[in-house]
């Protein structure tokens, strides 16, 4: 993979114009807070005990570590709905065995709060997750600070995009450094065996990690060639398309009864149990695995990592709003489904997040 395929992967094209040049993120953890929108709440009955905590500059994967060591488990034995940002101030469920009641109060880490405990009769999976709550604050560069002028347009842009949707991109955290998680996954698929450089203790993550990356940078290729195409936002015979309100995938062709202004076309995430497109859109998804030297063969021998699956080619934010600040800094707020990246939200605002 050159450096111009991975330019493509990471950076990929915009739907909008940014309207404000350049802007820090992230100043300090507090500058990024995530809070989660859970598809259930714990019903107070149950082997398994939720943990509504707050954190701190602290990892996803750390978080786990973290809480397995005081509480005296395997960190297989604890759930979690979602992967948060590390510098950030993120609030979510964590599950953990009933088991670990009596140790709760050894948990001191002053970077990880507990707000709550409750029960319920499952442990938490990825995916028992409605979105992510979001208040995120841009600082200028060089100290410079935004007028109301400018929260306004801001304000305007985020309605405009609660409206008509923006580019479902996976963002660049994604794909790691340098693009390292896409090319050890590409290893993977096309080998069957991990990449030498990993430890035999990281394999199992680094596996899922890996190959998940792979599938997204097909996605973004694919929804980077249709924002070319200025056709993300429309469907056509032989997507594979859901409801604007819903997730499940469909193919669309000339005998579907849907109103095609309540779809949404889906991009690929490849896999044995992924529904296949047809005729063009068949072509360009091929195309695109074409120029990552891979095949859907890759992908099925691979079936319990890469399993497959639909991703919406747009998505649309909720609950907007932008303010300045006392500081001359700008406030903004907003909702996203799970899984949609807050940083590809902005950056059909900011041109550039320093």
């Not at 670990?100 to 507990?114: F, M, R, V, W």
């Not at 000339?254 to 005729?279: E, H």
């Amino acid at each position: 993979m050159d450096d111009a395929l991975l330019q493509e992967i990471v950076s990929p094209p915009r739907g909008n114009l940014p309207i404000l040049p350049a802007a820090i993120i992230r100043w300090q953890p507090e500058d990024f807070q995530v809070e989660e929108i859970p598809t259930y709440l714990p019903d107070g009955v149950g082997q398994h005990l939720y943990l509504w905590i707050q954190k701190r500059n602290v990892s996803a994967g750390d978080l786990i570590w973290r809480l397995a060591k005081d509480l005296k488990v395997s960190a297989r034995d604890i759930g979690v709905a979602g992967q948060k940002d590390r510098r950030a101030v993120t609030r979510q469920f964590v599950s953990v065995p009933r088991s670990c009641a009596e140790d709760i109060g050894n948990l001191t880490d002053p970077a990880i709060q507990i707000l709550s405990v409750s029960a319920h009769g499952n442990k938490l999976r990825t995916g028992h997750l409605s979105g992510n709550q979001f208040t995120v604050v841009l600082r200028g560069k060089d100290g410079a600070t935004f007028c109301p002028n400018e929260a306004e347009a801001v304000t305007d842009r985020l309605t405009l995009l609660e409206k008509n949707g923006f580019p479902n991109y996976f963002g660049p955290q994604r794909f790691g450094h340098d693009g390292s998680s896409i090319r050890d996954g590409i290893t993977l698929l096309t080998t069957g065996k991990p990449p030498g450089s990993w430890k035999r203790q990281q394999r199992r993550f680094l596996s899922k990690l890996s190959a998940s990356a792979v599938q997204s940078a097909v996605f973004n290729l694919c929804l980077a060639q249709r924002v070319g195409q200025q056709t993300c936002s429309s469907v056509s015979f032989g997507d594979v398309v859901c409801r604007r309100s819903g997730i499940k995938p469909f193919a669309y062709g000339s005998d579907s009864d849907a109103d095609a202004m309540d779809l949404i076309a889906m991009g690929p995430m490849p896999g044995g149990k992924m529904v296949k497109t047809s005729g063009d859109a068949q072509t360009d998804e091929q195309q695109v695995m074409a120029r990552l030297e891979l095949s859907d063969d890759n992908f099925a021998q691979n079936s319990k990592l890469t399993p497959g699956t639909r991703r919406k080619y747009i998505e649309f934010p909720r609950n907007v709003s932008s303010a300045v600040m006392s500081d001359g800094s700008l406030q903004l707020k907003f909702d996203l489904t799970a899984g949609t990246f807050a940083t590809v939200l902005l950056a059909e605002i900011c041109d550039v997040l320093i």
